[in-house]
Antibody
Framework: DVQLVESGGGLVQPGGSLRLSCAAS????????MYWVRQTPGKGLVWVSR????????DYADSAKGRFTISRDNAKNTVYLQMNSLRAEDTAVYYC??????????WGQGTLVTVSS | DIVMTQSPDSLAVSLGERATINCKSS????????????LGWYQQKPGQPPKLLIY???ARASGVPDRFIGSGSGTDFTLTISSLQAEDVAVYYCQQYYTLPFTFGQGTKLEIK
């Protein structure tokens, strides 16, 4: 079975950093795009970033550009989201998502990031 | 950015009746190179991540009951639940993956009348 397990969330002060991880299993990780999507009660679901199979292509939402970096380690079947200069508005549940058979077909359970002093 | 607008924001339907949720995109999401509408529908229950129901506007994801039907093309799309079951109570989202940034609708909350 496909599994995506996020970790690394928590409470961080404004201006701080966090690195989220997503461990994948049950599919050929190195053959699929990976994504991060976040969800806040106020703004719903928002796509954050994506990374191509070899890491050679990455894309970001405007809100993440210059502050977040997506990367992957295909040997470890893991995708990361390095988040710097965090702001209160980055508070959200962050989901790791894959497109294995269909676009955006598998979602992790999410990890909560809270940015607050 | 493509804006996805769902209607209604909330909906109450009796068990066994039809539920219809609409999604309108501010730009076309039909990819003529592969004749597909790059639009998905998701179901989210409290405390759970979104679950893919429909991809390419009308293809049912694996394991999704056939009472969930996606339709539409171009800029106007519909998710129909042909006979509402109690377990269908959830929030439903549409999403376009035609162009970056991929964008979601605001969600439609479906309840039992």
């Amino acid at each position: 079975d496909v599994q995506l397990v996020e970790s690394g969330g928590g409470l961080v002060q404004p201006g701080g950093s966090l690195r989220l991880s997503c461990a994948a299993s049950g599919f050929t990780f190195s053959s699929h795009w990976m994504y991060w999507v976040r969800q806040t009660p106020g703004k719903g679901l928002v796509w954050v970033s994506r990374i191509y199979i070899d890491g050679g292509v990455t894309d970001y939402a405007d809100s993440a550009k210059g502050r977040f970096t997506i990367s992957r380690d295909n040997a470890k079947n893991t995708v990361y989201l390095q988040m710097n200069s965090l702001r209160a508005e980055d508070t959200a549940v962050y989901y790791c998502v894959s497109s294995v058979v269909s676009p955006f077909d598998y979602w992790g359970q999410g990890t909560l990031v809270t940015v607050s002093s | 950015d493509i804006v996805m607008t769902q209607s209604p924001d909330s909906l109450a339907v009796s068990l066994g009746e039809r539920a219809t949720i609409n999604c309108k995109s501010s730009q076309n999401v039909f990819d003529s190179s592969n004749s597909r509408n790059l639009l998905g529908w998701y179901q989210q229950k409290p405390g759970q991540p979104p679950k893919l129901l429909i991809y390419w506007a009308s293809a049912r994801a694996s394991g999704v009951p056939d009472r969930f039907i996606g339709s539409g093309s171009g800029t106007d799309f519909t998710l129909t639940i042909s006979s509402l079951q109690a377990e269908d109570v959830a929030v439903y989202y549409c999403q376009q993956y035609y162009t970056l940034p991929f964008t979601f609708g605001q969600g439609t909350k479906l309840e039992i009348k």
